[in-house]
């Protein structure tokens, strides 16, 4: 049996990571921006874990993610992303190896008040040549730094984006994940320049 008119556009799927250090707000921003009720694997926080996380800064923190987050948005007819988060404990780094396969890009959570925790995530992903912004999480409306101090401030790469954002809000989380996107081409451009051609001619 045939088919009438057009066949429907099968959207290319990418993956993206939400990365960072612990209590950042990674669970949030996957929650605020998926399109569909997201998978978390949060678990209530005991006494033991105290004496195993470091809670400085975010004291009243009571779940934390113990393997990821995962949600979907689309972008547009053409495009859909799947977020995965990614757990911030240091216990929990044996799994960003096998989270971040395939990955197109990745955000980088930061934390004005903790931005050392960030530096993990950052030479993950630049260890592996995975393309990532680093989004600055501006808590109750306040981020107490620019971009520019944000990026001297953890030592990027003059082409890494630094965007200021409130993860609770679904266009701000939208905002974020459209400049990775532009990152990952960015990348991908460059590399394609990089490669030399082929001269012509017999061997």
Known sequence: MGFSGSEPVMP???KVLIAGGFGVGKTTMVGSVSE???LKTEERMTEVSRDVDDLS???????TTVAMDFGRITVDRDLVLYLFGTPGQDRFWFMWDDLALGALGAVVLADTRRLETSFAAIDFFESRGIPFAV??????GRCGSTAEEVKAAL?????TPVILCDV?????SKKVLLTVLNAARAHAEAAEAAVVPSSAGGF
């Open 155 to 159: 030592d990027l790469d003059p082409g």
């Open 57 to 63: 800064g975010v004291e009243n923190k009571s779940t």
């Open 12 to 14: 290319t799927a990418l």
């Open 135 to 140: 989004a600055v999480n501006c808590f109750h």
């Open 168 to 172: 609770r809000d679904r266009e701000s």
């Open 36 to 38: 569909v009720v997201p």
